[in-house]
């Protein structure tokens, strides 16, 4: 028991229930900063990356953007840099403001064969390592 002014107060611990699969992120996706070449093309418009990871993106679109009525929108391209992966389709997760009033988009990739996945991945890990490296 902790005492404060004369008062006590107990402290109990709530037992924490296991965590679920479907709640949370299992995978975290990376900032793009200003100035990268990091886009998606979707229906031949250009959208730049706000963040990205092997499994999506998130983007910055226009409120009265086309894919915001989309469930899913196939043949996205995803460009990493120098690197372009092709034929990605994507589902829509979410289509909402963000805490500056902009609207956002984030897409998950669906139906990823595991060596494009892979190969997303590693261009990401190279990423890392020059944004952390110290010289």
Known sequence: MNRKNGEYLEIEEIPSEPASAEVGR??????VREGMNFSVIINNIQYPLLDVSSRGVRISVEPETSIAAEDTVPDCRLILDKQVFSKLEGKIIHYSLDDDGEWICGINWINIDTST???????????RKELFKYD
Do not use: A, C, Q, T
């Not at 299992?26 to 900032?31: K, N």
């Not at 996945?117 to 990423?127: A, F, G, M, P, R």
């Open 26 to 31: 299992g995978l975290y996706r990376m900032p």
């Open 117 to 127: 996945e892979k190969e997303i991945s590693e261009v990401l890990d190279n990423l």
